[in-house]
């Protein structure tokens, strides 16, 4: 089993930045997958950025120039840079690992962005 577990959100007002991180425990081996997705309120989960064993990243159109994904395999764990924040970020962010075809989520962590 995969445990996941993130920090760093918080309340940012608009034009702020936050870092989140996230780091995988247990059966990490074999993790190819790492990134985040986003819930907002009476929203679906949607992908905020991922990043691959080998450093590729996607991520989604509304966070391109302004969120960085990033992640240190050695100690299994993955980043997220948030820069520019926007009162529409906020969210539950949730940390994803997926591992062959299992996929883990991490338990979320609040971002609030003031206006």
């Known amino acids: 089993q995969v445990q996941l577990v993130e920090s760093g959100g918080g309340l940012v007002q608009a034009g702020g930045s936050l870092r989140l991180s996230c780091t995988a425990s247990g059966s990490t081996d074999g993790i190819n997958v790492m990134g985040w997705y986003r819930q907002a309120p009476g929203k679906q989960r949607e992908l905020v950025a991922i990043v691959t064993t080998g450093g590729s990243t996607n991520s989604a159109d509304s966070v391109k120039g302004r969120f960085t994904v990033s992640r240190d395999n050695a100690k299994n764990t993955v980043y997220l840079q948030m820069d520019s924040l926007k009162p529409e970020d906020t969210a539950v962010y949730y940390c994803?690992?997926?591992?062959?075809?299992?996929?883990?989520w991490g338990q979320g962590t609040q971002v609030t962005v003031s206006s």
């Open positions: 994803y690992a997926r591992k062959s075809l299992t996929i883990r």
